[in-house]
Nanobody, 120 residues
Framework: QVQFVESGGGLVQPGGSLRLSCSVS????????MGWYRQVRGKERELVAR????????SYAWFLEGRFTISRDDAKNTVYLQMDRLQPDDPAVYYC?????????????WGQGTQVSVSS
């Protein structure tokens, strides 16, 4: 059974940085396209970044404007999201999952997520 454990969220000031981690068990992250999603209360979960399981650069939601970087550590079976220049629009609960070709999550189970808050 696949499990995702997200961590690294917190409260930062606008312009600050956070590094999120997603420790995965039950699958090998290098065999899937892995992604980070975020959800604001009352809104649908949206995909913000993907790390492909083939030789292709990562893909990001257009609104990130180059502020986030997704990466993967195969030895730790972990996916990361480096978040820089955080903005007031970024607060959400962030989740990871594998991503299929139509951008929906592969697995129906989710981790608890990690809360990101931005406030001065």
């Amino acid at each position: 059974q696949v499990q995702f454990v997200e961590s690294g969220g917190g409260l930062v000031q606008p312009g600050g940085s956070l590094r999120l981690s997603c420790s995965v068990s039950g699958i090998n992250v290098n065999q899937y396209t892995m992604g980070w999603y975020r959800q604001v209360r009352g809104k649908e979960r949206e995909l913000v970044a993907r790390f492909f399981n083939w030789d292709s650069p990562p893909s990001y939601a257009w609104f990130l404007e180059g502020r986030f970087t997704i990466s993967r550590d195969d030895a730790k079976n972990t996916v990361y999201l480096q978040m820089d220049r955080l903005q007031p629009d970024d607060p959400a609960v962030y989740y990871c999952n594998a991503v299929n070709t139509i951008l929906t999550p592969v697995f129906s189970s989710w981790g608890q997520g990690t809360q990101v808050s931005v406030s001065s």
